[in-house]
């Protein structure tokens, strides 16, 4: 936990075998569960190991989550083409 409604991420992936650089699903996992079992209210900032915070918002009605929005930068990184 690094603040109020903020928290730090590391991620190692299946299949990578290996930490990456952020992961989405996580982020947002880790996220919700900071909310209920931190308390931490809507938008929850998330630092990840390639550097950047990404924001999880949410509705929370102290059961279920809804709305779960994740933001933050993304770029662009592959290009492919395949011929069948």
Excluded: W
């Excluded at 699903?25 to 938008?43: E, H, N, Y």
């Excluded at 999880?56 to 809804?66: A, L, P, Y």
């Amino acid at each position: 936990m690094l603040g109020l409604n903020h928290i730090r991420v590391r991620t190692f992936e299946r299949g990578v075998e290996g930490e990456t650089l952020a992961c989405g699903t996580g982020v947002s996992a880790a996220a919700l569960i900071s909310a209920r079992v931190q308390k931490f209210t809507s938008p929850v900032k998330v630092q990840v190991q390639g550097g950047d915070t990404l924001e999880v918002s949410f509705k929370d009605d102290g059961t279920d989550f809804e709305d779960v929005r994740l933001s933050g930068p993304a770029d662009f990184v592959f290009e492919g083409r395949i011929e069948m």
